[in-house]
């Protein structure tokens, strides 16, 4: 403790640039700030090292973000060609450094969200450009006085309009980066107009440069390994539905199995929580997608506000699994011999459940109707209603079976405390709770169903070649009928 | 119908140039044409109405919003002023336009995206120059024929490798626009570099320029209404805590009272939404307030993490609320005379629960620790321990209750079915799930607790006047008990 003292001590008086102190002969002032030196380069190279790895493990899980990267590296390398190139470079001049800055800027990882940024960047430089020059027309004949006044105002007035812009929600959601482009280029055209004549001949060269940018990027992006917002939305659907399945499936089993768990076990139960975290991810895909052309299987008006509505009602029953999860994983639970007693059923009513949600999820990958979820989703309901009943006659058969008859009822109503029974509804309590949410969730996987088969109508999926689709059966019904 | 067809028939045939085939003699091509144009103007008036009451309506609701675009206007008026000024225009040339550039795409509705824009533009403007200027040295050492090969793969390695940074989480949640900027500025003056004799003159002008950019970015954003992301972010989690104490009050109330529902109740319980929705504006808050300096009775290095942790509890709480939600507009209920049996003690307990919640969220507000909130926690277990007893003693008496005795119990211990008593637990079941979810949501309170209490040490909250923090009784273990 002492040493450790000195050492501190001797230490905030050698950085001063003393040297009488120094207690330990062998080690001067410049060996301790060389320790101090390693030990610094120490951390920051460890925490590089740990950057890399983490980069190394984020390229190996999905190797198109680095394709993406390459891609970003060649349209910027094929738009220095512009410059490099003497007889394009005397044709722009200085202002072929916009379609670098324009290729660096708008490149997305999506094809959607480079045309939403393509689109909104065009537009929005054409619109102000066209009233800056209108505006810089007015200012010049009203005499040099005024011009300066006029423009300020119009700067004024316009930037701040364009950025309330920006904080209506339907405005934001498709125009958020033109409504900045547009304040950007209103402003430097207006300013620049004070002081260069050839005012027309700017707005047309970066306008020019502007498209050859955005062709630029939208050529690489489509060409080499396209990334498709909606394809990306369509499977982070698909996945979450599949998630959502194991994790029900993984607590249920987790909850009625005999022998101790495994980690596999724990890790698929664990999946509802990326259903719980998606919606951002899920609403700025779909605002992407929209952007995009005719791809794959995928329609230019593809309804993808659907695949929102679909997200919320996985979510929807992401929150019930997420309060059986803490079911399951608290202390008090129902004894085995009830557990083992409601375990068929239970296990039956949730394998049907996520039978349903299995068959949903092909629905959504293959893009087809299924010709036999309603046959799924009777089954699923009959099964809880069996699992209900269940329930129903669950308290006298307990009730007999722990307390052995008339003797202790009597006595429980007579109000005898103390009894070594303990009372029946606490023992049954949890598997009530549990039984109730599995109920719950079934109810919730209906409104799963119910979304699912909007999208089939409104993207008009085909019919499964395996089998009719029955849209004369009443499955709507069946599915809020419990 | 046949109306109908034949003047859909009419205006298909009309649009490609023939008036041969009108049917109605009184309005001719012009007149159609001159109908559908009104119809258009008027939609597009109505949706552009629309969106000016939305405007209107944010505004109102908002008023800094409107500030922040007077703000924006005031800034870009400013920086247009250094171009005005022939002398300070003489100085930079056309590089002015940098300061505009930099005032419309730094300046942020927060202090704190502000900064971090600015700080990542000026560092990486820097780096990316320096860098940009280092390699342009070695390029011109290789001679004519080498150099933009040099160049070219140096700006495909460093916009790669940039670009992928984009996609490690810590670099993305601080260094994301930095990177940009880098990519930018460094493709920038490799290119121009090729051309531009006075290399370092331009990366003075840009550096310079963007100096003035970001400075008075940063002078307008703080010094006229500031909007700190760390305020809104505090005020967020205290809403957030309020909203859901309210909402688990509004359903408590709508499920034990007898009277029907009113409006206010209904809007109240919708509460608990906001808190499922605002992960992404936590996060995003939360990065953005770590740049924010000291202001008001934040410091610099206030826990804003924590934030997200109660913020993450308070959704944990939220789920428990959506599901008991679920119950309550459920069509099965319990019998109304059980109900009003437990409506006490499930009153006792979500208020007492509810206090908690309000005592956390003045806790947050005030920035105090709370005196009393160790006693409110023990009052909030103890009502809920009552709640689980009565629970507990529930079954037997109501089973008297309801079957009347020894007979039907006989009956049903016998199995006969079709007995005019329903069973006892599908009757209790829907009250039996409302006061589990009750039970656990009072557990999840006790994480929130924990979350606040961590908060209150760690940004060193002093104690209330009105009392001492009493901080040596075991409140954590009491909290982690039920």
Chains 1, 2 share one sequence.
């Not at 003292?5 to 001063?16: F, K």
């Not at 980690?263 to 779909?286: F, I, P, R, T, W």
């Not at 605002?287 to 929807?316: C, D, M, V």
């Not at 799924?376 to 307990?398: C, G, I, Q, R």
């Amino acid at each position: 403790m002492a040493n450790k003292a000195s050492s501190r001590l001797e230490w905030r008086i050698n950085v001063p640039g003393g040297t009488s102190k120094v207690l330990e002969p062998e080690s001067g002032a410049v060996g301790k700030i060389w320790v101090g030196l390693k030990g610094c380069m120490g951390i920051i190279v460890w925490k590089v090292w740990r950057v890399l790895e983490n980069a190394w493990h984020i390229g190996v899980a999905d190797p198109r973000k680095v394709i993406h990267c390459i891609k970003v590296g060649l349209a910027l390398s094929i738009v220095s060609l512009f410059y490099y190139m003497r007889p394009l470079y005397d044709d722009f001049g200085g202002n072929a450094m916009w379609a670098v800055m324009t290729v660096v800027v708008v490149f997305e990882y999506t094809v959607g969200a480079t045309f939403y940024k393509c689109i909104n960047r065009v537009i929005a430089t054409f619109l102000a450009g066209a009233l800056g020059v209108g505006i810089h027309l007015v200012a010049e004949q009203s005499g040099d006085q005024l011009k300066p006044i006029i423009l300020g105002i119009s700067v004024f007035l316009f930037a701040s309009a364009a950025t309330f812009s920006r904080f209506i929600p339907s405005v934001k959601a498709r125009f958020d980066y033109g409504a900045m482009i547009f304040i950007l280029t209103f402003s430097l055209v207006s300013v620049s107009g004070y002081r260069v004549v050839e005012l027309f001949e700017l707005a047309h060269m970066r306008l020019s440069t502007i498209a050859i940018g955005t062709s630029l990027c939208i050529l690489v992006t489509m060409l080499f390994c396209p990334v498709w917002a909606g394809c990306e939305l369509h499977h982070l659907i698909h996945q979450n539905m599949e998630k959502l399945a194991d994790s029900f499936d993984g607590c249920v089993t987790e909850y009625f199995k005999e022998n101790g768990s495994e980690e596999d076990l724990k890790k698929k139960m664990q999946g509802y929580k990326c259903v719980l975290n998606s919606k951002a991810a899920e609403e700025s895909m779909a605002n992407f997608a929209r952007w995009e052309p005719t791809h794959g299987r995928f329609n230019f008006r593809h309804p993808w506000k659907q695949y929102l509505k679909i997200g919320a009602s996985l979510r929807n029953c992401a929150y019930c699994i997420e309060t059986l999860n803490s079911c399951i994983s608290s202390e008090i639970q129902a004894p085995p011999c009830l557990r083992k007693h409601f375990s068929n059923k239970c296990m039956k009513a949730s394998s049907y459940s996520i039978n349903v949600l299995k068959e949903l999820a092909i629905t959504i990958m293959k893009m087809k109707k299924s010709s036999n979820i309603d046959i799924k989703v009777a089954e699923m309901n009959f099964a809880v209603e069996e699992l209900v009943d269940a329930l129903k006659s669950l308290p006298t058969t307990h009730f007999i079976a722990t307390t052995g008859g008339e003797e202790s009822t009597k006595a429980k109503a007579e109000g005898v405390e103390g009894s070594e029974h303990p009372s029946p509804i606490i023992k049954v309590l949890p598997l009530v709770k549990v039984v109730s949410l599995m109920v719950e969730i079934a109810t919730r996987i209906g409104g799963v169903v119910n979304a699912v088969k909007e999208l089939a109508r409104l993207a008009e999926f085909k019919a499964a070649k395996d089998g009719k689709p029955k849209q004369n059966q009443p499955t709507d019904k069946l599915v809020s009928d419990h």
